[in-house]
């Protein structure tokens, strides 16, 4: 990893950058709900950046991420792509609020990567039918790699939020419990201001908004995160304005520093200019794209091989169970 000085040399150097993330829906940018702060963070930040969407690794941890010259911001190290970027002073939102106190932002942003996160893929995983999962992550991919994807992540979940068949009903409760205290502390810190802390963004700004664009975009009517949303009419307006101004205003994006969207799906990000022109690196930085992108596709082909093996082994192991069973156990249906 580039040290502080070269990484924000690179990031003023590179004549673009690309945010890496799942594909849109719902009316979003970008429908995957770990995706969506970093990229309300970078308009924030008014960065240029093209969007570029990945949909060869459905389950991947180190999605999204940002491309800056030779530099990568990875979701899965160094505590993700926006602590990344506040890390190695690239652009850090918080910077500008120095009279701030820092347990109060700290304390803020726990409440909602943790109970708001929580009940949203709570929501997300355990509590819907499967068809929002299959719309955001598998929907390019065949229906028994899809299935099995879809399964495997509800377990993770399940574990990850301690559920189990005795507990079930009782972690509920607590899930919705601190989701409301979340929304309630949120929205008092709010009040009428037009964010979370004084007059300007924060990157807490950045990650409540993308949480709350996702229940209220995403989320069926009949979701109880919804509902307990929508009791706070702040938060509600707080929403809804920062919607219009970055990812409504795209006809002002050379005003704003909003980025446009490349619609590509493959796994290696191609730059692309604002105004939808091809961008056209330098030759020696075309061979070395060139490459990278042969190295991406190899990686994709051997995902997409082993997603395959892995569904044969399991129908294969399965054959003589009962479907019904499964379902049973883990709670869920999955719908293609």
């Given at each position: 990893?580039a040290?502080?000085?070269?990484?924000?040399?690179?990031?003023?150097?590179a004549?673009?950058?690309?945010?890496?993330?799942?594909?849109?829906?719902?009316?979003?940018?970008?429908?995957?709900?770990?995706?969506?702060?970093v990229?309300?963070?970078?308009?924030?930040?008014?960065?240029?950046?093209?969007?570029?969407?990945d949909?060869?690794?459905?389950?991947?941890?180190?999605?999204?991420?940002?491309?800056f010259?030779?530099?990568?911001?990875?979701?899965?190290?160094?505590?993700?792509v926006?602590e990344?970027?506040k890390?190695?002073?690239?652009?850090?939102?918080n910077?500008?609020?120095?009279?701030?106190?820092?347990?109060?932002?700290l304390?803020?942003k726990a409440?909602?990567?943790?109970?708001?996160?929580?009940?949203l893929?709570?929501e997300?995983?355990?509590?819907s039918?499967?068809s929002i999962?299959?719309?955001i992550?598998?929907?390019?991919?065949?229906?028994?790699?899809?299935?099995?994807?879809?399964?495997?992540?509800?377990r993770?979940v399940?574990?990850q939020l301690?559920?189990?068949?005795?507990?079930?009903a009782e972690?509920?409760?607590?899930?919705?419990?601190?989701?409301?205290?979340?929304?309630d502390?949120l929205?008092?810190?709010l009040?009428?201001q037009?964010?979370?802390?004084?007059?300007?963004?924060t990157?807490?700004?950045?990650?409540?908004?993308?949480h709350?664009?996702?229940?209220?975009?995403?989320?069926?009517d009949?979701?109880?995160?919804?509902?307990?949303?929508?009791?706070?009419?702040?938060?509600?307006?707080?929403?809804?304005?920062?919607?219009?101004?970055?990812l409504?205003?795209?006809?002002?994006?050379?005003?704003?520093?909003l980025?446009?969207?490349d619609?590509?799906?493959?796994?290696?990000?191609?730059?692309?200019?604002?105004?939808?022109?091809?961008?056209?690196?330098?030759?020696?930085a075309?061979?070395e794209?060139?490459?990278?992108?042969?190295?991406?596709?190899?990686?994709?082909?051997?995902?997409?091989?082993?997603?395959?093996?892995?569904?044969?082994?399991f129908?294969?192991?399965?054959g003589?169970s009962?479907?019904s069973?499964?379902d049973?156990e883990?709670?869920v249906?999955?719908?293609?």
């Amino acid at each position: 990893m580039a040290s502080a000085a070269a990484a924000a040399a690179e990031w003023e150097e590179a004549e673009r950058k690309v945010l890496v993330a799942r594909k849109a829906a719902f009316g979003l940018p970008t429908a995957c709900p770990t995706c969506l702060p970093v990229l309300l963070y970078l308009r924030m930040c008014n960065v240029p950046f093209d969007i570029h969407i990945d949909s060869s690794f459905p389950d991947a941890d180190h999605i999204p991420y940002v491309e800056f010259g030779e530099c990568v911001a990875f979701n899965n190290e160094k505590g993700g792509v926006i602590e990344y970027l506040k890390e190695e002073k690239i652009v850090d939102l918080n910077s500008k609020h120095p009279s701030i106190s820092y347990s109060d932002v700290l304390s803020t942003k726990a409440m909602v990567l943790t109970w708001l996160s929580d009940a949203l893929q709570y929501e997300l995983w355990l509590a819907s039918d499967g068809s929002i999962p299959h719309d955001i992550y598998f929907s390019d991919l065949s229906w028994p790699v899809g299935k099995i994807l879809y399964w495997k992540k509800t377990r993770e979940v399940k574990q990850q939020l301690g559920i189990t068949k005795l507990n079930a009903a009782e972690k509920e409760e607590e899930i919705y419990q601190k989701a409301n205290a979340a929304y309630d502390a949120l929205s008092t810190r709010l009040g009428d201001q037009i964010f979370l802390f004084e007059n300007s963004p924060t990157d807490v700004d950045a990650l409540f908004l993308g949480h709350a664009l996702f229940v209220l975009n995403v989320l069926p009517d009949t979701s109880v995160l919804r509902s307990c949303l929508q009791k706070y009419d702040n938060l509600v307006n707080f929403t809804k304005h920062l919607k219009v101004q970055l990812l409504e205003a795209d006809s002002d994006s050379s005003a704003t520093g909003l980025g446009s969207t490349d619609p590509s799906s493959s796994s290696t990000p191609r730059k692309r200019a604002s105004s939808g022109r091809s961008y056209k690196p330098k030759p020696r930085a075309k061979k070395e794209r060139t490459e990278e992108e042969k190295k991406f596709r190899r990686k994709a082909k051997y995902f997409l091989a082993t997603q395959l093996v892995a569904v044969l082994l399991f129908l294969s192991l399965m054959g003589g169970s009962d479907s019904s069973e499964l379902d049973d156990e883990d709670g869920v249906d999955y719908e293609d």
